[in-house]
């Protein structure tokens, strides 16, 4: 078990690779990514910095407590948070599916193993459901993921026939929207699949040239989706109806040479205050690691990590290839103790009431009820607390069962989002 320090607590940023101890101000739950081999062979002596899951505090320094290689993750491609706070990692080398305790880290086994195909993008559904794309594979497979006898099972494919499958999301409605084509020659083009009652189609006008590797998506609160193109470099803006801006929503840096022509943009997510963070591979992934975290408010513009007023600044770059990232919850979050200060108090109301609406990792900022929404009943989680009158500092880290039965109460699922690559 680990003990969480008041008033400060202990918060981390994980990526398949880290823990920091912050001030409460600052405290944030963890966020996880995958560092990946990708396309390469590790420079000698680097060989540990790969296939493992990382942490990161908010400047992006490594913390130490990572998920090693040992857990049995190789080139992993894909992560998720389940419903339960726990972390789905795809790795595509072994064809399993393995999951870790979303407090600890601590491995909880083989979720399930695809058998006859790579994994490669995970994404819990609104029926709380995992979603898998296979690995450049033609369908999204569909496995049992509510606790009991038919847990990891395997359920009826939500898409079939793709040319090669990759980001998974789930729009505004419900339906499954699906990266579909790696377009690496001239005049190819891939396209958006949306799943609505079981039938698929092309997704308005994302046929049309603007995508080449949709390998991660991300519904926005207004119905938006925003898409990374791995190979295109950037991130585009569909609207619910299918249709591209024109603009991309941002580009990611470095820009782009003949001989570089993308960063190799991987995966996104909302952060706890409703931002949203990219991960990157980087351009040659490895032998030198050029991976990078990016921090973007919701019009696409970069947001200064150090407050230092250098524009165009990553989170962290230089490092390992982060092939996807995702949020686990924060205990104090779904306390009532939106601000991490140990009691809920007004102005723990106050947060809610500013980020009232917006959309945020699951379990943080002031989602106390960890559907990814700050709505009304998140309110209604720290009126509760406050009302009872007690703190929220944490002395331990509950057990992997107590942990997940605890969550389970407090974590009904939004139509969520995710992929990485």
């Not at 393995?98 to 083989?110: E, K, P, R, W």
């Not at 038919?150 to 499958?165: D, K, P, W």
């Amino acid at each position: 078990m680990r003990t969480l320090r008041a008033p400060g607590c202990l918060c981390r940023l994980v990526f398949l690779g880290a823990l920091l101890t912050q001030p409460a101000s600052t405290c944030r739950a963890d966020l996880w990514g995958l560092s990946t081999p990708a396309n390469g062979t590790p420079a000698a002596g680097t060989e540990n910095n790969y296939n493992k899951v990382f942490r990161f505090d908010e400047l992006g320094n490594k913390l130490p407590n990572d998920i090693p290689t040992s857990s049995g993750a190789f080139f992993p491609t894909g992560i998720a948070v389940g419903p339960d706070g726990n972390i789905y990692v795809s790795s595509a080398g072994t064809g399993n599916i393995l999951y870790f305790n979303g407090q600890t880290g601590a491995s909880l086994g083989v979720f399930t193993n695809l058998l006859d195909a790579a994994p490669a993008q995970l994404a819990f559904g609104p029926d709380g459901n995992l979603y898998v794309s296979e690995y450049f594979g033609p369908n999204v497979r569909v496995y049992d993921a509510h606790l009991g006898a038919s847990f990891g099972q395997r359920l009826t494919n939500a898409a079939t026939g793709l040319s090669s499958a990759e980001g998974l999301a789930f729009a505004a409605n419900g339906d499954l929207l699906v990266g579909d084509g790696f377009a690496m020659a001239p005049g190819q083009v891939a396209q958006i699949v949306r799943v609505h009652n079981g039938v698929q189609s092309t997704w308005g006008a994302t046929n049309m040239g603007s995508f080449y590797a949709p390998a991660a998506m991300l519904t926005q609160a207004n119905g938006d989706v925003l898409v990374v193109d791995l190979l295109a470099n950037y991130i585009v803006r569909v609207s619910d109806a299918g249709v591209p801006s024109q603009v991309p929503f941002a580009v990611i840096n470095p820009p782009r040479t003949q001989s570089e022509p993308t960063n190799f943009p991987s995966d996104i997510t909302f952060d706890p205050d409703g931002n949203i963070v990219v991960s990157v591979l980087g351009a040659t992934n490895p032998p030198d690691n050029r991976g990078a975290l990016w921090r973007f408010d919701l019009n696409g513009n970069i947001i200064d990590p150090d407050n230092d007023a250098t524009p165009n600044e990553p989170i962290v770059t230089g490092i390992e290839p982060i092939a996807g990232i995702d949020y686990t919850p924060s205990l104090k979050t779904l306390a009532g103790d939106f601000n991490a200060d140990n009691a809920p108090t007004q102005a723990d109301y106050a947060k809610w009431r500013a980020a009232y609406g917006k959309f945020v990792a699951q379990g943080n900022g002031a989602d106390g009820n960890g559907n990814a929404v700050v709505d009304a009943a998140d309110y209604v989680t720290w009126r509760k607390a406050a009302s009872a009158g007690v703190g929220t500092r944490v002395s331990t880290v509950p057990e992997p069962a107590a942990m997940m039965l605890m969550i389970l109460g407090a974590l009904p699922l939004a139509c969520r989002r995710r992929v990485s690559r």
